[in-house]
């Protein structure tokens, strides 16, 4: 049997979901209508939007959440404020961290820049690896983090597994190789793939780190991040400059059109900021593989989009029928699993029910109504007796 599991605060993921969808159409419009597509430009952008969505929601938390709190503190607000602010790590150590988390966030971008463009290679392999990012997550869960890794979590990250090793596989199959692409360059651009996904998982399992062991501010660490990010793309742009192109593209094209896509880049720093924000809260509440989870959840719908509109799942101009529908099949179990992993979809089959809040919830609940009968019922026989000694 399976069962949808509503959990507290899906409103974060949620938007997490539509705004990074908003900012991925916005983006490709900006690439397909006005053939703005510089990939270095949109990291700059980002990392602006992280700064000022981190900067507005963290004063905005310092100044007007601060004044709901009572003027008034006694002696247990002030043992229970420093056990809140309690960390494990110095300001040193925390510091080094988040510089790690824009750096992996930099590097990531940088590496995608100069990844091989071959005309064979499927454009939606990238998303279709991404539950790479699930593993990867969770391994660093477990090893780093201590957190266990419950039966139906380890499911789905077999399956998960199992479906990549088969998108892999078919890869090869279905692909031409000549001399334009060899074998061995293919296995190189599989590579770089897997390394900016590790980039870009590491980024969420440091911030978690951050958050539970240091209680760090979410909002603070993504402005940190923001601006270690944009130092990195300053220092980057010295030697690949972005005014460069962005003298080509005024140079070519009218005042007009150039005003639209000032606005357009406008917009896209502001969804930049709102994803991130409810990026590193989704984060905070959930977990990583949850963040992570979002970046893959809509592959399905893509893949039909993409094959549609005759940009993937080609060959010679000619569309791969088995090359589609194996992977849109691999995409539904993935996207599958991934909802089983976050139980958000419990299914009561083989115990993998046993270990999610839900049911852990519903054995304490049962187990606390239990207390109470007996003690009711303990209640009622005392009661009686006295009554009969009385008698």
């Known amino acids: ?80 404020s420093e056990r809140k602010l309690k960390t494990v790590d110095g300001t040193c150590k925390i510091m080094f961290l988040i510089f790690c988390a824009g750096l992996m966030d930099f590097v990531q971008t940088v590496i995608s820049l100069y990844t ?25 869960y477990y090893f780093v983090l201590r957190f266990s890794i419950l039966r139906h979590q380890f499911f789905s990250l077999c399956g998960i597994g199992i479906c990549l090793i088969i998108i892999i596989i078919t890869e090869f199959i279905f692909q031409e190789f000549n001399i334009f692409l060899r074998f061995y360059e293919l296995i190189i651009y599989y590579l770089i793939i897997f390394i900016q996904q590790f980039c870009s998982a590491m980024v969420d399992s440091t911030e978690k780190y951050l958050f539970e062991y240091n209680n760090n501010n979410p909002f603070y660490i993504l402005l940190l991040e923001g601006i270690f990010g944009f130092i990195l793309s300053l220092i980057y742009g010295i030697c690949d400059s972005p005014l460069y192109y962005i003298g080509l ?69 000619k569309r791969k029928y088995a090359h589609f529908f194996i992977n849109l099949f691999l995409a539904l179990i993935i996207t599958l699993l ?41 209640l009622y026989d005392l009661e009686e007796d006295q009554e009969e000694n009385n008698i």
Do not use: W
């Not at 454009?123 to 699930?134: E, K, M, Q, V």
């Not at 357009?264 to 969804?271: D, E, F, K, M, Q």
């Not at 089983?340 to 852990?360: A, S």
């Open 1 to 80: 049997m399976i069962k949808f599991a509503l959990r507290r605060n899906l409103i974060y993921p949620l938007q997490l979901l539509i705004f990074s969808l908003a900012r991925d159409i916005e983006k490709d419009i900006l690439g397909r209508v006005y053939k703005f597509d510089y990939p270095f430009h949109f990291t700059i952008l980002m990392f602006i939007g992280e700064i000022l969505a981190g900067l507005i929601i963290y004063l905005y938390q310092k100044k007007i959440i601060s004044k709901k709190k009572s003027p008034v503190r006694t002696r247990l607000d002030s043992v229970v």
């Open 116 to 140: 091989p463009k071959f005309s064979n290679i499927s454009s939606s392999i990238g998303s279709r690896l991404g539950g790479f990012l699930t593993i990867v997550d969770a391994l660093y």
């Open 249 to 317: 593209y005024t140079n070519y094209n009218s005042p007009e059109l150039l005003s639209i896509v000032i606005i357009l880049l406008v917009l896209y720093i502001i969804l930049s900021g709102l994803k991130n924000a409810f990026r590193v809260q989704t984060t905070k509440i959930f977990s990583p593989m949850t963040t992570t989870f979002i970046d893959y959840l809509l592959n399905p719908i893509y893949l039909i989009i993409y094959f549609a509109l005759n940009e993937d799942f080609l060959i010679n101009g």
């Open 338 to 378: 991934g909802f089983i992993y976050n139980e958000f979809i419990i299914i009561f089959c083989c115990g993998l029910e046993k270990d999610t809040y839900q049911e852990v919830s519903n054995r304490a609940s049962l187990n606390e109504e239990k207390e109470n009968a007996k003690e009711f019922f303990a």
